[in-house]
């Protein structure tokens, strides 16, 4: 948490500069957490990576893989606490790549928390989250190609004492990127699978206060999934399935 953010800084934020700097922090700190995978249907999740461009790392806490993402805990640090006329901002993002042989069709992320909001104050003081979601197309069948960079997903929230006071009331921002349907609108047929995607997740939390009240906002569960398709091989099986159960119904029947 940073806490020489100016209110008047972390205000602006709420009318739009919060998001436009998503895309642009500077990474302060990092911490790499490696490969997990493959999981079945056979996706890997390739060089994981957060990092902060206002904070020490880790805020996300290391990840777990399963048969459709990634899911993380969030430490007690990926928060932001103003009190007393005080101000606070916390960035974070998280890099990793999907390689998944079948294809990826969607990417998705979903993030909960809570705040709070206290005090004899105005609507001035407040809390802000704000999240981006980025999707970039490195390999398109198992070949690489030039990377597709897709329309980003943006999202944010803010809530104020005036309107939405109280004591860890609970939060959540949701955003998706379609990738099948972005990449066939750039001129790639249904046959071309998005089988390496990088995805970007940028956060930040942010909060302000006015004397004799206190704002907080904190992230407690964060995950993000893939949409894919089936494998090819296992397409096949399933065709080969079906043709052996109608061939079985045949020969019963005859």
């Not at 990417?107 to 104050?121: K, R, W």
């Not at 990449?183 to 930040?204: C, F, H």
């Not at 407690?220 to 080969?240: I, N």
Request: glycine share 12%.
């Amino acid at each position: 948490m940073r806490r020489n953010a100016t209110p008047c800084a972390i205000a602006l934020a709420a009318t739009g500069v919060l998001l436009a700097a998503l895309a642009a922090s500077a990474d302060a700190a990092s911490i790499s957490y490696g490969n997990l995978g493959p999981v079945p249907p056979g996706v890997s999740f390739l060089n994981i990576v957060e990092s902060s461009g206002t904070d020490a790392v880790p805020l996300y806490g290391a990840p777990t893989a399963f048969a459709t993402g990634l899911s993380f805990f969030p430490t007690a640090a990926f928060s932001a606490l103003g009190a007393a006329g005080g101000a606070d901002l916390t960035d974070g993002q998280l890099n990793y790549t999907v390689a998944a042989p079948g294809g990826v069709n969607q990417v998705d992320f979903s993030e909960t928390g809570v705040y709070t909001l206290v005090g004899a104050g105005t609507a001035a003081t407040q809390t802000l989250a704000g999240a981006s979601l980025r999707a970039i197309v490195t390999e398109i069948n198992g070949v690489p190609i030039a990377p597709v960079n897709l329309v980003p997903s943006l999202g944010s929230m803010i809530f104020n004492l005036a309107s939405h006071g109280g004591v860890n009331q609970p939060w959540q921002i949701a955003l998706s990127v379609n990738v099948a349907a972005q990449m066939a609108g750039l001129g790639y047929s249904p046959s071309d699978r998005a089988t390496r995607v990088d995805v970007v997740i940028d956060n930040q939390l942010a909060s302000v206060s006015e004397p004799g009240t206190q704002a907080m906002i904190s992230k407690t569960v964060f995950v993000g999934t893939t949409q894919g398709v089936p494998e090819p091989t296992g397409v096949a099986l399933a065709g080969l399935a079906l043709a052996g159960l109608a061939a079985v119904r045949s020969r019963r029947s005859a």
